[in-house]
């Protein structure tokens, strides 16, 4: 009885740790580079609207800070389901992606300028990742990827928006 557990165990252990190596080899090294890309693009979202927060007070920043943070989430399971390591910097404002570093600094030192430099800023981030998640789900087939992809682009097109109304009523006064 010993015998046939361990066997079934082994064989259970190999189909298992080959279903976890195909899924990642079935990537293309473009989707595995997106993905990693993403993450850290929408933590830049998430360290920027923390930072306006704390220095302009607006709700809007409050409740997409929150929105990003969750859009890390559903990047990192993305990743680690697809068992792919990842670099990842749990300091605010620290980027190992040099664009992504460069962007973040452009984007708070435009944003802590004004309340109105603030929106423009957090409109700006919005488009943007709007742009790098269509045309990262043009380049994939996984219906995975694809989905959380949508999920992003929508909640994105959402907090696009939320900052629009705000501008709006910036530019009425």
């Known amino acids: 009885m010993k015998q046939v557990t361990s066997k079934l165990f082994f064989v259970l252990f190999t189909i298992m740790s080959y279903n976890s190596f195909s899924q990642t080899a079935n990537l293309s090294s473009q989707e595995i580079k997106d993905m990693k890309y993403m993450l850290e693009e929408e933590k830049v979202a998430r360290d920027v609207y923390e930072l306006l927060d704390k220095k302009w007070n607006l709700r809007v920043f409050n409740n997409i800070k929150q929105s990003e943070q969750r859009h890390m989430d559903m990047m990192e399971n993305l990743l680690n389901s697809n068992k792919i390591s990842y670099q990842f910097s749990d300091k605010r404002g620290v980027f190992y992606n040099k664009e992504l570093q460069k962007l973040y600094n452009d984007l708070t030192e435009k944003g802590l300028k004004s309340k109105y430099d603030a929106l423009e800023v957090g409109k700006t981030i919005e488009v943007t990742d709007i742009y790098d998640l269509e045309k990262a789900k043009k380049l994939t087939t996984n219906?995975?990827?694809?989905?959380?992809?949508?999920?992003?682009?929508?909640a994105s097109n959402n907090h696009l928006r939320a900052f629009s109304r705000n501008l709006s009523k910036f530019q009425n006064q």
Do not use: G, N, T
Request: glycine share 0%; proline share 0%.
């Open 143 to 154: 219906s995975q990827i694809k989905d959380v992809y949508s999920k992003l682009i929508f």
